[in-house]
């Protein structure tokens, strides 16, 4: 599996993609596989190299700075699960629904308060949600 054409090709492209980048490989003998990796990787590199050349670009690293890529990566390691009162939402009556609404709407307003002002937000997100609800049962 390794060592067939096509994972050859990606090890040697995955390589090549950094500024520096080189693959040494190590073998024996080269094999039929190894072949057509490297015929292809050089087939590539040569018509990169006259694409550049014809538009004259000049290959260069990208630069960003460190803030921007650790904040990608904090950002994926989250991921919003929704409330388990969200699921119950669904099965309000409206009197219900009015007592609900008229309770989140006394919570947001003693969290801005109390300056929590994310948990405000959030239950203000909830009483939006809600009010559409809402203005679903409203004949």
Known sequence: FLRSERSLIQTIGRASRHVNGQVIMYAEVITKSLRVALDETNRRRELQRKFNEKHRITPESIVKSISDVLH???????????????????????????????????????????????RAAELRDRIFKLEGKELELRP
Do not use: G, N
Not at 89 to 97: A, G, I, K, N
Not at 103 to 111: F, G, I, S, V, Y
């Open 72 to 118: 990608s990566v904090y950002e994926s390691d989250y991921v919003t699960v929704p409330l388990a009162a969200d699921a119950e939402d669904r099965y309000l009556t409206q009197e219900d629904l009015d007592k609900v609404l008229k309770k989140l709407r006394k919570e947001m307003k003693a969290a801005a308060d109390r300056y929590d002002f994310e």
